[in-house]
Every structure is written in C-alpha cells, then in structure tokens.
C-alpha cells in the first residue's frame, strides 16, 4: 500500500490561493489513478479533482472547474491541487487519495468515487474567510 501525507493546507482570504501536496512513500505514483476530496463540518466528502495515472485525464467538480487544478509529478511522487479564486464554500477538510492501475495506454481512468480509492491521506485544513 502506498502511504499519503498531504501538505499545504491553512487559513486564506477569498479570492487568494494555496496549493496542496500529496507526498507518496512505499510505491511510485506511476501507477496510480488519485484524486483529491474535501469533507466539511457536518457534510459527507465530495469529489474536488481526479487525475489518471499517466496525468493525461483529469476530472474537476463544477464547483471547482476553472479555479482548482490536479497534476501529477511521478519523478517527485506527488500530486498537487493548485487551487485559485477561493471562496468560503471551499472550506474543508481536503484529503488525498490513491487507486492503484495497471498502467497501459488506452484504458487509463479518472474515478470520482471516494469507494473507488484505496489509500487515503489524513487530510489538510483549508479555511477561507470572508
């Protein structure tokens, strides 16, 4: 199983951002479909962003789209979520997620389903005030 430890999480005003990190230890992210969830006080986790092993597909909530963006760095074996325009809608709990593929072209697959992943970060708090 791969391990996930997720980074960059804090306190910002609307309108600014932050960028999130996924560091991976025990495998190589080569072969991993991931995606990024956020969870708030009192609501179930949702999909924010996925992205296929290869990092050729990525998928984003409509909440996010255009303002949040996924890559996939394999040689640092991290995944990012560069996230812009922030509002306090976006204040969560923001979790990492890994599903492990075999990596051939031509079958690669984004997943949007927090069943769907395997190996789960301990999250990162992002708050944005008004």
């Known amino acids: 199983q791969v391990q996930l430890v997720e980074s960059g999480g804090g306190l910002v005003q609307a309108g600014g951002s932050l960028r999130l990190s996924c560091a991976a230890s025990g495998r190589t992210l080569s072969n991993y479909a991931m995606g990024w969830f956020r969870q708030a006080p009192g609501k179930e986790r949702e999909f924010v962003a996925a992205?296929?092993?290869?990092?050729?597909?990525?998928s984003y909530a409509d909440s996010v789209k255009g303002r949040f963006t996924i890559s996939k760095d394999n040689a640092k074996n991290t995944v990012y979520l560069q996230m812009n325009s922030l509002k306090p809608e976006d204040t969560a709990v923001y979790y990492c997620a890994g599903r492990w593929e075999v990596a051939y072209y031509g079958t690669e697959s984004v997943y949007t389903k927090p069943h769907e992943y395997v190996s789960w970060g301990q999250g990162t708090q992002v708050t944005v005030s008004s």
């Open positions: 992205i296929s092993w290869s990092g050729r597909i990525t």
